[in-house]
C-alpha cells in the first residue's frame, strides 16, 4: 500500500507531474463521456495509478487544475460554449477529488490498523491485549466506528498469516476472530438493546434484579455467547464482575477481545438511546449518566478479578488487570467530558443501594489514577453526590471539596459552582443552614459572575431553602422575614423547570411549602409539599421524600384532616428514622397528639382506612416499628 507519509518533490521527480496531470486530464475526460458508472471505479484507477511515496505530487495536481478551471471561470472572456464546457470539467474534477478523498480515508484506516498490528507485534505477549484496549480508546480524536474494526478484523488476521512466529501469529489471529465476534454478539443483542425497558415491571435502572429493571436477564437469554452470558448472568444476580475473571480456568484471547467489543457496543448503544430521549428524567440524562458508571464498575470488578489471580503464568495476571483498568478509566473519560454531564445528581437515581455502594467502592481506586484534573473534579463531583445518598456525609464532603479545588486549579466554572451547590445541599440535609446558606450565596455569586444559569437556579433554591428552615426555628416569623427566601425559591423553580432539574423543582416546592406554613397559608403549602412530593417520586430523594412528609402531616393537621395528618406524619416519622434523621420526634410528636384524639395508645392499634393505607405503604413490619418509635419517643 502506497505511503502516503512520504516526501517526494518536482525536481527530483519531474516526469510524475507530467504523468499525474495526464492522468487527471484522461479521467475527467471520461468523466464528461459518461465512461464511469460508480465513484469505486474511478478509486480502482486512482489506486492503481499511485505509486509509492507520491501521494502528495497527486494531490498537489488535483489542486492546480482546479486553480487552473476557477482562473479560467473567473476571467469572463470565455464564449458561452467554452464556459460550459470549463464548467463541466469543473464538476468532472470534482468527481475525482471525491474518490481521492474517500482513498485517503480508506488508506489512513488501513495504515492505522497496519499500526497498530505492528505496536501488538511489538508489545511483550502478555500486554498485548493492553495494547489493543489502548490503541481503541475511544477517547482519542480518530475513533474506531464499525466499519473500522471489521477492517481491524481482517487485517489481524492477514498480518498474522504473514507472521513466522506461530504464537505472535495465532494471537493476532484471535484478536482479529474475537473483534469480529464481538460486533457479531452486538448485533444479535441489538434488538434487545432496550427492550428490557418495556418488559419488566419497576424501576429503572442497574441495581439487583429484585428491585429495578434491568438488562441483563434479556441480554443472558438473548446471546449464545459464554463469555458475555456468563459475565450477564452475573449482573443479573448482583454479584460482582470478579468472578468472571476467577471462573477462566484458561485464557481465551477471542473471547476476552469479544467482550471489549460487545461491552463497547452495548454502551454506545443505550448512551445514543438514552440521550434520544431529552424530556424523559427516568429513561434520558439521568440513566445516560447511570451507563457510563455501571460499564465503568464492571471493567473495574474484573480488573480487580484478574487481580486476584495467583494461578496465572508470569506477570499476566498483573498485564490483565492493567488492561482492564485501563477501561475503567476509558469509560470514566468518556462520561466525564461530555457537555451534558450531570452536574447535578441523576447518575445514581437508578442503581440499587447495593449496586451504588458497589459503584462507589470500586471507582474510589481507578479515580486516583486519573491524571486529567478536570475530568477527576468531575468525577469527583458525581462520586460526592452519590455518598451523599449513602448517607456517608464526612467522605461525601471530602469529595466536594477536593472537587471544588481542583475545578478552581483548571477554571471550570461550571464544575465550581456545581460543587458548591453540593456542599450546601449537604449542610441542609444535615440541618446546618448556616453553613449551607454560606455556600448557596457563594455559588450564586460565581454562577452569575460565569452565566451559569443552572448553577444560578441551585444556588437560588439552596438559599432559600437554607433561610426558611433558618426561619422556622423562631418563635415568631413574619411575611417580610419570608419575602426574600421565597422569591428565591420562586425564581429557582421557575429557572429549574427551564433545566428540567426536577431535584432542583424538588427542592424549592418543598421550601415553599415550609414557608407557607409558617404564614398559616395551610391550602398553598398542602399544594406546594404535594408537588414536591410527586417530584421527589422522580429522583428518588428520601431525605427530603421523609421531610416532606412530616411538613404535610402538619398541613393536614391544621386543616382538621386528622387522618390524612396521621397518615402523612407516621409516614414521615418512619422515614426519617429510617434515614437517621433526629427530626423524627417533632413528627412523633404529631402522630401523639393524632393517636389521642383517635383514643388509641399505638399506630398498631389504628383501625379502618388508616391503618391499611399504613400497611399499604411500610407494612406490618414497619406498622411495628412505629410502635416502638412511639414508646421510645414517650420515654
Given amino acids: 500500500m502506497p505511503d502516503q507519509s512520504s516526501q517526494s518533490d518536482q525536481s527530483s521527480q519531474p516526469d510524475l507531474y507530467s504523468t499525474y496531470e495526464q492522468f487527471i486530464d484522461d479521467i475527467v475526460a471520461q468523466t464528461l463521456k459518461g465512461a464511469f458508472r460508480s465513484q469505486a471505479q474511478v478509486e480502482r484507477l486512482l489506486a492503481a495509478q499511485l505509486e509509492t511515496g507520491t501521494s502528495e505530487i497527486l494531490e498537489r495536481c488535483l489542486m492546480s487544475r482546479a486553480e487552473t478551471y476557477a482562473q479560467q471561470l473567473a476571467a469572463g472572456d470565455l464564449t458561452a460554449i467554452q464556459q460550459a464546457k470549463v464548467t463541466r470539467q469543473a464538476n468532472a474534477l470534482k468527481t475525482l477529488q471525491k474518490a481521492w478523498e474517500r482513498w485517503q480515508q480508506g488508506y489512513v484506516v488501513e495504515r492505522d490498523c497496519a499500526m497498530i498490528a505492528s505496536q501488538i507485534l511489538q508489545a511483550d505477549p502478555d500486554a498485548r491485549l493492553l495494547v489493543l484496549v489502548q490503541a481503541l480508546d475511544e477517547n482519542q480524536t480518530d475513533r474506531f466506528s464499525q466499519p473500522h474494526l471489521e477492517q481491524l478484523s481482517r487485517q489481524l488476521k492477514t498480518i498474522a498469516d504473514q507472521q513466522p512466529d506461530a504464537d505472535a501469529a495465532l494471537m493476532l489471529r484471535q484478536f482479529g476472530t474475537g473483534v469480529a465476534q464481538g460486533l457479531q454478539s452486538y448485533e444479535q443483542l441489538k434488538g434487545d438493546l432496550v427492550s428490557w425497558l418495556f418488559?419488566?415491571?419497576g424501576e429503572l435502572g442497574f441495581g439487583s434484579a429484585a428491585e429495578s429493571v434491568e438488562p441483563w436477564r434479556t441480554w443472558a437469554a438473548t446471546t449464545n455467547r459464554s463469555l458475555p452470558q456468563a459475565l450477564f448472568g452475573l449482573q443479573a444476580q448482583n454479584e460482582s464482575a470478579a468472578n468472571l475473571a476467577g471462573a477462566q480456568p484458561t485464557i481465551d484471547w477471542a473471547a476476552w477481545v469479544e467482550l471489549v467489543i460487545l461491552l463497547r457496543s452495548l454502551q454506545n448503544g443505550l448512551v445514543a438511546w438514552f440521550e434520544m430521549q431529552p424530556y424523559d428524567f427516568r429513561a434520558g440524562q439521568n440513566l445516560t449518566g447511570s451507563t457510563f458508571m455501571m460499564f465503568a464498575m464492571v471493567w473495574s470488578e474484573i480488573?480487580?478479578?484478574?487481580?486476584?489471580?495467583?494461578?496465572?503464568?508470569?506477570?499476566?495476571s498483573e498485564q490483565l488487570a492493567e488492561t482492564f483498568f485501563q477501561l475503567t478509566l476509558q469509560t470514566l473519560r468518556r462520561f466525564a467530558q461530555r457537555e451534558n454531564f450531570p452536574l447535578y445528581g441523576g447518575a445514581f437515581a437508578t442503581f440499587s443501594t447495593a449496586g451504588l455502594r458497589a459503584t462507589v467502592s470500586y471507582l474510589d481506586q481507578p479515580l486516583k489514577a486519573v491524571g486529567q484534573v478536570q475530568e477527576k473534579a468531575r468525577i469527583l463531583t458525581v462520586l460526592g453526590y452519590s455518598q451523599r445518598w449513602l448517607n456517608q456525609y464526612d467522605r461525601a464532603q471530602e469529595m466536594h471539596e477536593e472537587a471544588l479545588e481542583l475545578a478552581q486549579q483548571v477554571a471550570d466554572q461550571r464544575c465550581e459552582v456545581a460543587n458548591l451547590c453540593h456542599l450546601s445541599r449537604l449542610f441542609l440535609v444535615q440541618q446546618d443552614y448556616e453553613s449551607a446558606v454560606s455556600y448557596g450565596q457563594r455559588a450564586l455569586i460565581r454562577a452569575r459572575q460565569t452565566g451559569d444559569g443552572q448553577g444560578e437556579a441551585n444556588a437560588l433554591v439552596a438559599v432559600g431553602y437554607g433561610e426558611v428552615m433558618q426561619l422556622e426555628r423562631r418563635e415568631v416569623v413574619t411575611a417580610e422575614d419570608l419575602e426574600t427566601p421565597m422569591r428565591f425559591l420562586a425564581q429557582g423553580q421557575q429557572m429549574s423547570q427551564?433545566?428540567?432539574?426536577?431535584?432542583?423543582?424538588?427542592?424549592?416546592?418543598?421550601?415553599?411549602?415550609?414557608?407557607?406554613?409558617?404564614?398559616?397559608?395551610?391550602?398553598?403549602?398542602?399544594?406546594?409539599?404535594?408537588q414536591g412530593l410527586e417530584l421527589i417520586a422522580v429522583v428518588g430523594d428520601r431525605d427530603?421524600?421523609?421531610?416532606?412528609?412530616?411538613?404535610?402531616?402538619?398541613?393536614?393537621?391544621?386543616?382538621?384532616?386528622?387522618?390524612?395528618?396521621?397518615?402523612?406524619?407516621?409516614?414521615?416519622?418512619?422515614?426519617?428514622?429510617?434515614r437517621g434523621r433526629g427530626a423524627w420526634r417533632k413528627s412523633a410528636a404529631l402522630v401523639s397528639i393524632l393517636l389521642g384524639k383517635a383514643g388509641v395508645e399505638s399506630p398498631g392499634e389504628l383501625l379502618g382506612e388508616l391503618r391499611s393505607r399504613l400497611l399499604s405503604r411500610i407494612g406490618q413490619d414497619g406498622l411495628d416499628h412505629l410502635t416502638t418509635l412511639m414508646q421510645q419517643y414517650r420515654e
Avoid: H
Avoid at 421550601?511 to 391550602?523: H, K, P, R, T, Y
Avoid at 384532616?561 to 416519622?573: D, F, P, S
Fill in 544 to 578: 427530603l421524600q421523609a421531610l416532606s412528609y412530616g411538613y404535610l402531616g402538619e398541613v393536614c393537621y391544621q386543616q382538621g384532616q386528622l387522618e390524612v395528618a396521621a397518615y402523612c406524619a407516621g409516614i414521615g416519622m418512619y422515614l426519617l428514622e429510617q
Fill in 199 to 201: 418488559q419488566q415491571p
Fill in 303 to 316: 480488573s480487580r478479578g484478574w487481580r486476584d489471580r495467583t494461578n496465572l503464568a508470569g506477570n499476566q
Fill in 498 to 530: 427551564k433545566f428540567a432539574d426536577v431535584q432542583g423543582q424538588a427542592f424549592a416546592a418543598v421550601g415553599l411549602g415550609v414557608a407557607q406554613l409558617l404564614l398559616s397559608e395551610f391550602g398553598a403549602a398542602r399544594r406546594s409539599l404535594e
